[in-house]
């Protein structure tokens, strides 16, 4: 997904008042969508509002046509005054309405998935029962894994692991950065992201948190 789309997305579902789970079933949508056509083929923000309106739908956080046209013509149109009732809103509900049976065609009307959340408010809670209670207080952890698992589905990593992989890989990556260890790590038998999921290898781990730095490097780049 372009940097721009990816940002004017967020903005999107977040004026929208879409939850976490909505946004991120959003943007699998339109990795899957654009993994089979090209942004040649089709307009990337026209499909980003309609991902927007399936998510909504799909995940029962629904949000009505009127708003998602509204708001998505305002993130992209900031100098202009808001859309008033006339041809141009009705044509633009027209074509999001439209755009919507074709995307979920295109899919297969397949736009139910299972995140990483849950596996990470999971595994989060054991962290938090493994680790001294003053040491969890003073390291934001939960706030950065959030945080990371958020800004993955800038990537198409929803696409390529596991959602239990990817969770993994997020406390991973957020131990790692805060300098943070697992009580008794050293000495036992078995690693404690092998406790989550068992069939997770840390080359795997290596592997999504490489390309989550290699999606923050870009957007710098592209910034």
Not at 6 to 34: D, E, M, N, W
Not at 102 to 127: D, G, M, S, W
Not at 159 to 176: C, D, G, N, S, W
Request: proline share 5%.
């Amino acid at each position: 997904m372009p940097i721009p789309v990816k940002l004017k997305g967020k903005q999107k579902g977040l004026r929208l008042r879409l939850k976490s789970v909505p946004l991120a079933t959003a943007c699998i949508v339109y990795h899957r969508f654009f993994k089979e056509y090209t942004l040649q083929q089709y307009d990337p923000y026209l499909i980003a509002s309609t991902t927007l309106y399936i998510a909504g739908k799909v995940e029962e956080n629904q949000v009505t046509l009127r708003d998602v046209v509204n708001v998505c013509y305002r993130t992209l149109h900031r100098s202009k005054p808001p859309l008033e009732m006339g041809d141009m809103f009705f044509a633009l509900k027209e074509t999001i309405a439209k755009c919507e049976l074709f995307v979920l065609r295109a899919l297969q009307f397949r736009v139910v998935y299972n995140h990483p959340h849950r596996y990470l408010l999971h595994y989060l809670t054991f962290i938090k029962e493994w680790m001294e209670p003053y040491k969890w207080d003073e390291l934001p952890l939960a706030r950065t894994s959030w945080a990371l698992l958020r800004d993955s589905y800038h990537s198409t990593l929803c696409l390529q692991y596991k959602p239990q992989h990817i969770a993994v890989a997020i406390l991973y990556m957020t131990l790692e950065s805060h300098g943070a260890d697992i009580p008794f790590e050293d000495t036992a038998v078995t690693p404690w992201w092998k406790v989550f999921a068992e069939d997770i290898t840390l080359d795997i781990i290596k592997q999504i948190v490489g390309e989550l730095i290699n999606t923050y490097d870009l957007e710098m780049i592209s910034s």
